[in-house]
Structure formats: structure tokens, C-alpha cells
């Protein structure tokens, strides 16, 4: 019989960055669901108020609601510009949090911190253009453009029912549709929501 090899010990540094980027996925991903819930184009609800509060973010007024929806003509969801400041406070918390616990000087360490750094540079750019390819129309090219706003009517379509792929694992939205593992755990994607 060959003796059991006994685990690593996790240090508290390694230990502090997996547990600050499962805060960053699942935060992104709370934030990604909640604001694709609305329905209303551009809209607000209770939970996405919330939100915006808990993260120290001012939603914007009905006034520009509304001039949002005439000028981006949203399908559905939040004000892509207050998803991005939400996304923003996320990351700006991760990154301030990034810290708190110094540095064991461990390989595993050095390596999880510029994993956890790549995924900061990265994760608001890409959450924030995987939201606009949810909400808002698709382009159709200059002549489809120009057909589309001739034959618009009067009234407001209904808001096309929305389905995002997320993680088995930490929850996080399917950023692009070539993504067939996960940016932020590594893991497969396989579930929709």
C-alpha cells in the first residue's frame, strides 16, 4: 500500500484571492441577472434599485429613461450605462480588496493574483458589451438600419423573452457565444437561466 499523501495546506493569501474572485463572479453574475430581468426597455425594479444602492451606485431619472429608449431603443433590461457603473463598483471593490491580505511570496499565490488581475482588466468590458448584445437591437447594416426605421409603428413591441447561459460551477453569464468554458472559474458552461 502506498501512504496517502496529505494536502497542502491552503494559505490565508491564496485562500483570500479564491474567495475574492468567487465574490467577483457571483457579484457580476447577481448583477448581470438582475438587470436583464426587467422587462420594461430601460427600466428599473425593486431588486435592481436595491442593487444599485448596495453598490453605491445613483440610478439615473425617468427623463433620461426615456430618452434612452428613443435614442438606444432597448429590448429590455436596465440602462446598459447603469449596468456599467454597477460593473464598475464591483470591480472597484474587488481591486481595493485585492490587498487586504499580504503576499506569502507563494508560486500558487503569485500565479491566482495575475489570474485574478487578467479577469479585472478584462471581466468590465466584456460583462458590459455581453449585456448590450442581450438588450439592445441587433444592427442590420446601413440599408437594414434605414428600412427598419421606416417600417417602425407606433407602438412598442413586446419585449422578446431572454435566456443567458451561466456556469454550472460559480454562476457567472456566458460573456460570448464562443465561450464554451468559463472566464472566470475555467469551468464548462452548460446551464441557461
Same mark, same amino acid.
Request: hydrophobic share 35%; with cysteine.
Given at each position: ?7 497542502? #495546506? ?25 438587470? @436583464? ?30 430618452? !434612452? ?43 491566482? @493574483?495575475?489570474?485574478?488581475? !487578467?479577469? @479585472? ?12 448584445? #442581450? ?26 423573452? #431572454? ?26 458552461? #452548460?446551464?441557461?437561466?
Amino acid at each position: 500500500r502506498r501512504p496517502r499523501r496529505r494536502p497542502r #495546506a491552503v494559505s490565508a493569501y491564496l485562500s483570500h484571492l479564491h474567495s475574492l474572485r468567487h465574490w467577483l463572479t457571483s457579484s457580476l453574475a447577481a448583477v448581470f441577472r438582475e438587470a @436583464l430581468a426587467i422587462e420594461q426597455p430601460a427600466g428599473s425594479s425593486p431588486g435592481w434599485l436595491a442593487a444599485c444602492q448596495y453598490h453605491g451606485v445613483a440610478p439615473i431619472d425617468e427623463a433620461e429613461r426615456e430618452t !434612452i429608449r428613443r435614442g438606444q431603443k432597448p429590448l429590455r433590461g436596465a440602462p446598459v450605462m447603469e449596468l456599467s457603473q454597477m460593473v464598475t463598483s464591483v470591480v472597484r471593490q474587488a481591486r481595493q480588496s485585492l490587498h487586504a491580505v499580504p503576499n506569502d511570496g507563494s508560486p500558487a499565490g503569485e500565479s491566482a @493574483l495575475e489570474q485574478l488581475r !487578467i479577469l @479585472l482588466d478584462r471581466v468590465d468590458r466584456e460583462v458590459v458589451a455581453a449585456y448590450k448584445l #442581450a438588450v439592445l437591437p441587433k444592427r442590420q447594416g446601413m440599408f437594414g438600419n434605414v428600412l427598419a426605421h421606416h417600417q417602425e409603428s407606433s407602438t412598442p413591441s413586446a419585449a422578446p423573452s #431572454a435566456h443567458v447561459f451561466t456556469c454550472r460551477t460559480c454562476g457567472a453569464p456566458r460573456l460570448s457565444p464562443r465561450d464554451f468554458n468559463c472566464p472566470f472559474c475555467g469551468n464548462h458552461m #452548460a446551464t441557461e437561466s
